[in-house]
């Protein structure tokens, strides 16, 4: 049986200013390549309660990228680079990351995904890389969202390094914020030149992997990315049922 992956959503306004959940068919494409089954989490009052209601039926949680992260979560003050953000995904989210570290569910976090699995874990962001000195490279590139922009070293022995089978890799970029200080029981398993965390991986969990990047845009091209989805898919397919 495939293992059935939760998939966070953006909140988009549609036809009569009516709110709506939206989901790049890109990474639900490639939660079915990998052998899973995609399920496109709500927003709004079906979501609010629901992260507890959610995981019981869920095999793995995919947390995808979007809007920033609202700085409160990690105690300070919106910063003038600081762009949208989005209160209700931001609690829907976190409190799935929550209970997905508490069941030891499977998770692969992609950009904004990553940086709040950073955040619900005990960590800080960068909020606006311009605004704040960092970031050298062009972290938002003007290229195909398929092309590898940037390279990023990887950590040998890292789970990431072994599923990729890889030590260094060119990867696209499309982000403001990024990791600062890496959580407590995080890791940080891939750098780029300029220094900032391009993955994280728990060191407590089977299966808790964060990237920067957005391997969904780049699998199709470049099978190697695809590689990330299939490990993840098979860690939720080994999932124990959570006790009662």
């Not at 959503?9 to 068919?25: E, F, K, R």
């Not at 391009?198 to 990047?213: C, D, K, N, P, Y």
Request: with cysteine; aromatic share 6%.
């Amino acid at each position: 049986m495939r293992p059935w992956i939760g998939v966070t959503a953006s909140q988009q306004i549609g036809g009569g200013d009516l709110p709506g959940a939206w989901v790049a068919t890109e990474y639900t494409d490639a939660v079915l390549v990998a052998g899973g089954v995609p399920v496109i989490l709500p927003l709004g009052e079906a979501g609010a309660h629901g992260a507890h209601m959610w995981l019981e039926r869920l095999d793995g949680l995919m947390l995808t990228g979007g809007v920033d992260v609202d700085p409160a979560f990690f105690g300070e003050e919106p910063g003038r680079g600081l762009g949208e953000v989005c209160p209700e995904r931001d609690a829907l989210e976190t409190a799935l990351v929550e209970e997905a570290l508490l069941r030891d569910l499977p998770v692969l976090a992609i950009c904004r995904g990553m940086q709040v699995m950073n955040v619900t874990a005990g960590g800080t962001l960068y909020q606006d890389l311009a605004s704040q000195g960092k970031g050298a490279l062009q972290h938002r590139q003007r290229a195909p969202r398929w092309h590898g922009s940037h390279r990023v070293e990887l950590t040998p022995g890292s789970k990431i390094a072994e599923i990729l089978g890889l030590n260094e890799l060119r990867v696209n970029s499309f982000h403001h914020q990024a990791v600062r200080d890496v959580a407590p029981g995080m890791r940080a398993v891939a750098r780029s030149a300029d220094g900032l965390v391009e993955a994280i991986e728990s060191r407590r969990h089977r299966f808790v992997v964060g990237v920067q990047w957005h391997p969904e845009h780049m699998w199709r091209k470049n099978p190697t990315h695809l590689r990330l989805f299939e490990a993840f898919v098979r860690a939720a397919g080994r999932r124990e049922p959570a006790a009662d």
